[in-house]
Nanobody, 127 residues
Framework: VQLQASGGGLVQAGGSLRLSCAAS????????MGWFRQAPGTEREFVAG?????????KYADSVKGRFTISRNNAKNTVYLQMNSLKPEDTAVYYC????????????????????WGQGTQVTVSS
């Protein structure tokens, strides 16, 4: 599967952005999907994940809980990350990731849990 992330940009603190990740290939609904981010000089970190099929399960990093929402539209082969109440510390390159999964009950928060990665989209939050 190939992933294409979009929707990044420059926004003021307190603002919102919605990232999209379009997947090519078949059987999109069999993949768990995740969003990660990487700021300069730091390791790539987990942001949010959503389970295969209808996305019944989601997982969030503590730093974004209550502000970010992950969702998926299997008909469009797309996963979204709605980001509200953005803070300067949310500034990073955001990557979407996918991995085939047999279960909806486990979502990996590790980069090792995802086999496929998009190219990243820059999000910059000004203070």
């Amino acid at each position: 599967v190939q992933l294409q992330a979009s929707g990044g940009g420059l926004v003021q603190a307190g603002g919102s952005l919605r990232l999209s990740c379009a997947a090519s290939g078949r059987a999109f609904n069999t993949y768990n999907m995740g969003w990660f981010r990487q700021a300069p000089g730091t390791e790539r970190e987990f942001v949010a994940g959503i389970s295969r099929s209808n996305g019944i399960s989601t997982k969030y990093a503590d730093s974004v809980k209550g502000r970010f929402t992950i969702s998926r539209n299997n008909a469009k082969n797309t996963v979204y990350l709605q980001m509200n109440s953005l803070k300067p510390e949310d500034t990073a390159v955001y990557y979407c990731a996918a991995d085939y999964s047999r279960t909806v009950s486990y979502i990996s928060a590790s980069t090792n849990g995802y086999a496929y990665w998009g190219q990243g989209t820059q999000v910059t939050v000004s203070s």
